[in-house]
């Protein structure tokens, strides 16, 4: 069975720290995604990357990077954390060209800044 | 600015009832519109709609997208418990590196 896997289910951390999410999937695909998610305002694209090293800012990079040095692994950074960060977290793989419906999501992290 | 648009944002509805989710967009360079439903884990993919008029079906779940009037819905008929979720609405736009711009999602909830 296909899988995107996200590292951590639950984190607690505290304003200021570094905060490191990592994501890894097994399909072999190109497309890599960080959304987070908020009540009332849905997923709002962080970055996506389509190939290793490459990477692209989404709607909302503001405080975060983002790092692929492989292509199975996609890593979401908080330089430093914020309570407007607390929020749900969804890593999403693609194949390239997918037209959507390749999209497979991982279970999320739910990060809560304190 | 490309926008996703879904109403209402909450239902709740008995069993065996029939619901209709809206789902309204502005893209630029429309491709396709998916449907995805959310029962607090990863999204699962539903539908994926790419021609206007056509109705795509599995069991009691249907979708049809007018891409005139720049919309889709979601039905779900003889409603179950089990259908209680986060329904997410997303429109994928070319050449933006296949990404999705998702609306706010509708939560319905299914009472016994």
């Known amino acids: 069975d296909v899988k995107v896997t996200q590292s951590s289910r639950y ?13 890894v999937q097994d399909m072999d695909h190109e497309n890599m995604f960080w959304y987070r998610q908020d009540p009332g305002l849905g997923l709002r694209l962080i970055y996506f990357s389509y190939d290793v090293k490459m990477k692209e800012k989404g709607d909302i990079p503001e405080g975060y990077s983002v790092s692929r040095e492989k292509k199975e692994r996609f890593s ?3 330089e430093s954390a914020s309570t407007n960060q607390t929020s749900m977290y969804l890593c999403a793989s693609s194949f390239l060209g997918a037209l959507g419906y390749g999209y497979t999501f991982g279970s999320g992290t739910r990060l809560t800044v304190v | 600015e490309d ?3 879904q109403s209402p944002l909450s239902l709740v509805v008995h069993e065996g009832d029939t619901v209709t989710l809206n789902c309204s967009y502005e893209v630029t360079n429309f491709r396709s519109l998916l449907w995805y439903k959310q029962e607090k884990k990863a999204p699962t993919f539903l539908f994926m709609l790419t021609s206007s008029g056509i109705e795509k079906k599995s069991g009691r779940l249907s979708s049809i997208l007018d891409n005139k009037e720049l919309f889709s819905i979601l039905n779900i008929t003889a409603t179950q418990t089990g259908d209680s979720a986060v329904y997410l609405c997303a429109v ?21």
């Open chain 1, 76 to 78: 979401l950074i908080l």
């Open chain 1, 11 to 23: 984190l607690v951390k505290r304003t200021g720290e570094k905060v490191f999410l990592e994501c």
């Open chain 2, 3 to 5: 926008k996703v648009v």
């Open chain 2, 92 to 112: 994928s736009p070319r050449n933006q590196g296949g990404k999705l711009i998702f609306g706010q999602g509708t939560e319905l909830s299914v009472k016994p």
